[in-house]
């Protein structure tokens, strides 16, 4: 087992690289989620103006 993530002497570059893979693909999600709620801010404030106007 202790092999399997030693991975013939360079299990820490590529275990780092699957850590810093997810770490971005984390922060993409969240980033896409954030993005999508100020959108939908940005609709309902000017659905909001488009009424009233």
């Given amino acids: 087992m202790s092999e399997f993530f030693a991975m013939g002497g360079h299990g820490f570059y590529i275990w ?5 893979t997810a770490l971005f ?3 993409e999600v969240i980033a896409v989620i954030r993005g999508k709620r100020t959108v ?5 404030r000017l659905a909001r ?3 009233t106007a």
């Fill in 16 to 20: 780092a690289s699957y850590g810093v």
């Fill in 25 to 27: 693909m984390i922060i």
């Fill in 40 to 44: 939908e801010k940005r609709l309902a």
């Fill in 49 to 51: 103006a488009a009424r």
